[in-house]
């Protein structure tokens, strides 16, 4: 399993981005593929999910409404739309997979990684 997390940048706030996440040497549909944050001096936190099988999404209550995660099964491709974009939503965003279908955003549940791209929200 390797996954690629690419999109990020500088934003201004109220800004958007639209981040990817491409997978390759597996099967989207039999994953579940979460979008995770770090800030600087903080630890990793759960962002949003979603099932490779029927698209269903879990969203962390500080993204809600503003995040909206989806995914491309032809592409084997998760992407992370984000709106109404925070000075505290700058992070390094990093995409994970776990196997199966059960929807998390919980950091051990994930044992591949892909490596992060940096959003920074500021004017």
């Known amino acids: 399993v390797q996954l690629q997390a690419s999109g990020g940048g500088l934003v201004q706030p109220g800004g958007s981005l639209r981040l990817s996440c491409a997978g390759s040497?597996?099967?989207?549909?039999?994953?579940?593929i979460a979008w995770f944050r770090q800030a600087p001096g903080e630890e990793r936190e759960g962002v949003s999910c979603i099932s490779g099988r029927d698209g269903s999404t879990v969203y962390a209550d500080s993204v809600k409404d503003r995040f909206t995660i989806s995914r491309d099964n032809a592409k084997n491709t998760v992407y992370l739309q984000m709106n109404s974009l925070r000075p505290e939503d700058t992070a390094v965003y990093y995409c994970?997979?776990?196997?199966?279908?059960?929807?998390?955003?919980?950091?051990?549940?994930?044992?591949?990684w892909g490596q992060g791209t940096q959003v920074t929200v500021s004017s």
């Open positions: 994970a997979a776990a196997y199966g279908a059960v929807l998390t955003i919980v950091r051990r549940d994930f044992g591949s």
């Open positions: 040497g597996f099967t989207l549909d039999r994953y579940v």
